[in-house]
């Protein structure tokens, strides 16, 4: 295969995908090289060499479902379609009873993860999250709870007056076992400045999910991609997140999101090929020797570049059989209403080559299809 490549690509080029056939990890300047100048079928044979070594032929999905408390924030990112204020009409706010009412529509079924995301609400803190954590706890002792992106979660513990470290102590002590990577959007300062002005800035996204990994609290990491950033801003988010994966080891699963434009104040930007999708991906995968997993998340992308992803090194989609989240659909994803039967997700998966693996929360293999 080196030859193959060597013969079919300028040196530069040539070199640095030999070097990713090889396992080497990439440089920020390799990367951008790779990134500009090797063409779609490159990316995808350095993806899915580095995936094969990673997962093998092993494809993971997983049983979750979404709560998504609230669509009120106190933020007003500039690429958000779905925030509003208090008194909009258009916003809602689950109470406590809602939400456990929504955990019980899932009784006796066999899901092993809640993802619970949303708005930054003015006025819950961190003891009512706190509570309906426990309180979902004791309804479904059997499933991990996945809740609170870091931009909650700075919000929730600063005005609880603890430190990072405290608050999700406090959390995990509720419950929480995993935290969602959303808040990331792009972490270079200029331009995050523009796009969500007032929330955590990058150095408050990281500080989170290292103080969660050191208490034993996985999460995963996330980009908003496809706006305003340039390769070098893309490539400066990866380096930074593989820096604290090479420190602590606690990320999962990395997830590209692609930017989508319906409904929100960049909808003139347009929005990317399906082929920049796919480069993006393969970057990921090269370039985040560290992160066991890319995911794909298929509400957001749609199911046939989701499927399409498994040739450019993700080796995840996230799994759902009934996804209730709202934030893609409002902002002019696909599907609507989006819900993935087990059978159409193993189906998708074989029909890229792969074997499917149904996964808990930490990858842990339930059962191979
Ligand atoms: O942080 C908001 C993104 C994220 C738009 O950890 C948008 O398993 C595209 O992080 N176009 C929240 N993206 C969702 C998220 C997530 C999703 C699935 C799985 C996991 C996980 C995490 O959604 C936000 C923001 O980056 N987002 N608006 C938009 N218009
Ligand atoms: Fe609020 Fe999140 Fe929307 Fe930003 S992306 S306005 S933090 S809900």
């Not at 005005?159 to 470290?165: D, L």
């Amino acid at each position: 295969m080196k030859e193959l490549i060597l013969n079919n690509t300028d040196t530069e080029t040539g070199e640095i995908a030999a070097a990713v056939i090889e396992g080497k990890r990439l440089t920020p300047e390799e990367a951008l090289t790779l990134y500009r100048k090797a063409d779609l079928a490159l990316m995808a044979v350095l993806a899915t060499a580095a995936k094969r070594a990673k997962s093998g032929d092993d494809v993971f999905f997983n049983r979750n479902f979404h709560i998504e408390p609230t669509n009120v924030c106190i933020y007003n990112c500039r690429f958000c379609s779905y925030h509003k204020s208090e008194d909009d009409p258009d916003s809602w706010e689950l109470s406590e009873n809602d939400i456990l009412d929504i955990v019980r529509r899932f009784d006796g079924l066999p899901v092993t993860e809640v993802h619970i995301t949303g708005g930054v609400h003015p006025s819950r803190d961190i003891h009512y999250y706190g509570k309906i954590i426990a309180s979902i706890r004791r309804l479904r002792p059997d499933i991990s709870i996945k809740a609170f992106s870091a931009v909650e979660l700075d919000y929730m513990i600063r005005k609880a007056g603890m430190t990072y470290p405290e608050g999700l102590k406090l959390l995990r002590d509720y419950g929480l076992d995993s935290i969602p990577g959303g808040g990331a959007e792009i972490f270079d300062a200029s331009l995050r400045r523009k796009i969500c002005r007032e929330k955590a800035d990058a150095e408050t996204y990281l500080a989170i999910h290292e103080a969660a990994h050191n208490l034993g609290i996985s999460s995963n990491a996330t980009i908003l991609y496809g706006h305003a950033e340039s390769p070098e801003q893309r490539i400066d988010h990866l380096l930074r997140l593989r820096e604290l994966q090479d420190r602590t080891g606690g990320f999962n699963a990395f997830i590209p999101l692609k930017f989508r434009r319906e409904n929100n104040r960049m909808y003139d930007l347009g929005e990317v090929p399906v082929t920049e999708d796919m480069r993006n991906y393969a970057l990921s995968r090269i370039f985040l020797d560290n992160f066991s997993h890319i995911k794909a998340y298929w509400p957001a992308i749609g199911k046939n570049a989701a499927m399409m992803s498994l040739a450019f090194g993700a080796d995840d989609l996230d799994g759902t059989i009934d996804d209730t989240t709202r934030i893609y659909s409002m902002a002019g994803a696909e599907d609507i209403n989006p819900t993935l039967s087990t059978t159409e997700l193993v189906a998708m998966i074989r029909s890229a080559g792969f074997k499917p693996v149904e996964r808990d929360t930490n990858y842990r293999k339930i059962r191979e299809w």
